[in-house]
């Protein structure tokens, strides 16, 4: 059994950083993809960025060079640094643990507002 906590959201201006965390419980944290999804309000949930378990990373066009996924794998959480945060970035984010299925944080609200 997997759980993920997430936590680190808040409101934030535009221009502004939030780092989130996202604590797994369980054995396969080291083997997994990590990953943070986010979905606003109408549209479809999205892939924002994503960690293997040999260190490779890959990002939405929208995220690249302002938001770093990175992983502690003796602590077992992987986290998203955003900076220069835009209104459009505002959405509930979601952590992901990939390995043979998938497992789903309850999710953590980030709002870009002035």
């Known amino acids: 059994q997997v759980q993920l906590v997430e936590s680190g959201g808040g409101l934030v201006q535009p221009g502004g950083s939030l780092r989130l965390s996202c604590a797994a419980s369980?054995?396969?944290?080291?083997?997994?993809?990590m990953g943070w999804y986010r979905q606003a309000p109408g549209k479809q949930r999205e892939l924002v960025a994503a960690?293997?378990?040999?260190?490779?990373?890959n990002y939405a066009d929208s995220v690249k060079g302002r938001f770093t996924i990175s992983r502690d794998n003796a602590k077992r959480t992987v986290y998203l640094q955003m900076d220069s945060l835009k209104f459009e970035d505002t959405a509930i984010y979601y952590c992901?643990?990939?390995?043979?299925?998938?497992?789903w944080g309850q999710g953590t609200q980030v709002t870009v507002s002035s």
């Open positions: 992901n643990a990939h390995w043979q299925w998938d497992y």
């Open positions: 960690s293997t378990s040999s260190g490779s990373t």
């Open positions: 369980g054995s396969i944290f080291s083997i997994a993809t």
